[in-house]
């Protein structure tokens, strides 16, 4: 009687439990997205149409005043008796025009930019467009990488921006800056643009200005004909009588969300790295509003999948990142009166920044299972070589995976067919002893006298659990799954898929993923009874309910390894002596896998 209530409580708690975890999947995929928006969902940015934007002589805004603040990255000495927020120094106009009377507290809005002029570099890679007043980036289009799927033509634009605040690029000395300064084009360009598709050569191109202080500023932009690298060279006529050293910054204009648990790979925030390790501070965990990183290699800002970063050539230098309301500055610094630095404004994939080199590929952040994940992610890229959709090539790598994993499923479910034959003469070990010490005695007994290791069923899953957890790294990291398509109506592999019915969005792999997980747990030998096994398949439920939010290309990995799995098992139930056979069976189950999936593609 005792053992009878001792089962019941554990099915209450197991179902307890099962409940919780379906109502908290159910809060976060459903009624929370209902009620707060989309967990990514962008911020409004707080912009004024460029036809009301006060002249430079009006008072500042509120919207402009939020920018204010003293130089971050001016030395103590000359930060005496400037405290944060105050207002910066404002220049008066120079002869020539060289700064741009402006309004105290104020960067220079669109309208004034625009009124300046701005100029492109065009690459096989990049459209950089550049502003005259500031020298700045005030637009990075990712060219082979569009907005998202809904705009295929629309290319992805690296700048986030919001009014009066200060654009990326900007050069920094003590208390001035270059946000005023209307640079000449002195060299490297013929009208408004550079197109380096027509010569495929490198070139570079050469700014003058001069700060509000009176002194000189060169800014010079080398960019190559491919790639996402631009080197910055910039030189003052004079230090700083403070000697502050001069800073280069990138700016983002973002939210400080913080990232779901549905989705921890998600994150947005610095990047930086010390010479020994990669370290991370997501905008939602930043304190503060200013960061002193030390001496660093580089310093980036991004997301999963692109970043930009400032890297110090041709060492380490000091390094910061800088907080001013929903705006996010990363600053490297230079010497008093040069500095050089490289900038990358592009994607995160891992071949690309590996042959950059300064450990660039640390930004992307695999976790404890990195070593496994960045081989697979390769080994993801030479199998798209081969048959040349993402798609595909995650079925073929989790085909493979499969096979090689395939010595520790056999002797996982060996021990675990052992178990389950044994299962009578346990349960009736647990009816004659009731003494729990004695009990567990005479199993051990039992265990011993058939050669079964109640353990042994688990180790080898142990063991393939990095693998398959490296796997899903890889995949949810890879950013050429972006706008990925596979076939029919997934035609994003990072994004969920859907298909829509009638104006009902129907997640059918899902729906497969599920179906073929059940059928797992029914295949898959256990010494439950009958009533836990049924509490325990509604697991499948919770991780559908995860799942409609994963990425298409998870969700098709996760399937593929069900529909093998499946196979592999029945194969192992029906030649349980004969592991020739049942490796035979599991390869041509592979087989078929692959021959669906790649008519899926070739008919989509």
Not at 372 to 388: E, T
Not at 465 to 487: Q, T
Request: proline letters at 6%.
């Amino acid at each position: 009687m005792d053992q009878l209530s001792e089962q019941q409580n554990q099915r209450k708690t197991v179902a307890l439990m099962i409940c919780l975890f379906i109502g908290f999947m159910y809060f976060e995929t459903v009624w929370k997205p209902y009620f707060y928006g989309p967990i990514n969902a962008p911020q409004p940015a707080p912009t004024q149409s460029a036809l009301e934007t006060p002249s430079p002589s009006a008072a500042p805004t509120d919207a402009a005043s939020q920018f204010v603040e003293a130089d971050p990255v001016a030395s103590p000495e000359s930060a005496q008796g400037v405290a944060e927020g105050t207002p910066a120094i404002s220049p008066a106009p120079l002869e020539g025009g060289s700064v741009l009377a402006q309004a105290p507290k104020t960067y220079p809005s669109d309208a004034q930019i625009l009124r300046e002029g701005t100029f492109h570099i065009i690459t096989n890679d990049l459209d950089l467009e550049i502003s005259k007043l500031g020298g700045r980036v005030t637009k990075a289009l990712i060219l082979k990488y569009p907005e998202n799927s809904a705009v295929p033509d629309v290319p992805l634009n690296l700048v986030k921006h919001t009014e009066y605040a200060p654009y990326p690029l900007g050069i920094y000395s003590g208390t001035a800056n270059d946000a005023w300064t209307v640079y000449e084009v002195v060299s490297g360009l013929s009208g408004d643009s550079l197109d380096l598709r027509k010569t495929n050569l490198p070139a570079q191109v050469e700014l003058r200005g001069a700060l509000a202080d009176g002194r000189s500023i060169t800014k010079r932009l080398n960019i190559s004909p491919n790639g996402f690298v631009v080197d910055v060279k910039v030189s003052l006529s004079a230090a700083n009588a403070s000697a502050s050293r001069l800073a280069l910054e990138w700016t983002r204009f973002d939210k400080d969300t913080e990232t779901s648990m549905l989705n921890p790979y998600d994150a947005k925030g610095f990047t930086w790295f010390d010479g020994e390790k990669a370290l991370r501070t997501q905008y939602g965990d930043f304190e503060g509003t200013r960061q002193e990183l030390g001496s660093t290699q580089w310093i980036t800002q991004g997301d999963k999948y692109f970043m930009a970063a400032l890297i110090s050539q041709p060492e380490a230098a000091l390094a910061y990142a800088v907080r001013t309301g929903s705006l996010w500055r990363s600053r490297i610094s230079g010497s008093d009166q040069e500095l050089s630095a490289r900038v990358f404004i592009g994607p995160k994939e891992y071949e690309r920044l590996d042959a950059l080199g300064s450990e660039l590929q640390r930004n992307i952040d695999f976790g404890y299972t990195g070593f496994i994940a960045a081989p697979l992610l390769s080994l993801l890229h030479v199998v798209y070589g081969f048959v040349g959709n993402y798609g595909l090539a995650i079925v073929v790598l989790t085909i493979l995976v499969r096979l090689a994993l395939y010595p520790l499923a056999a002797a996982s479910f060996k021990q675990m067919r052992a178990m389950q034959d044994l299962k009578p003469e346990i349960d009736r070990v647990r009816e004659q002893v009731t003494d729990k010490q004695q009990q567990q005695m005479e199993l051990m007994a039992l265990y011993k006298k058939k050669g079964v290791n109640p353990l042994g069923g688990c180790l080898p899953i142990v063991l393939q659990m990095p693998i398959f957890i490296g796997l899903y790294s890889a995949l949810m990291l890879s950013v050429e799954l972006r706008n990925a398509h596979f076939a029919f109506w997934i035609t994003d592999l990072s994004e969920p898929e859907k298909l829509m019915l009638g104006g009902i969005g129907v997640p059918i792999m899902v729906i497969l993923f599920v179906i073929s997980m059940m059928v797992q747990q029914w295949t898959t030998p256990s010494t439950m009874d009958p009533a836990q096994k049924k509490v325990m398949l509604v697991m499948p439920l919770v991780f559908g309910f995860m799942f409609m939010n994963f990425p298409a290309g998870l969700t098709l990995y996760w399937l593929t390894s069900n529909l093998i799995s499946i196979g592999q098992q029945k194969s192992m139930y029906h030649y349980v002596d004969k592991s020739s056979a049942a490796l035979k069976v599991t390869l041509a189950v592979s087989a078929v896998v692959f021959v669906i999936a790649a008519t899926l593609t070739i008919a989509g």
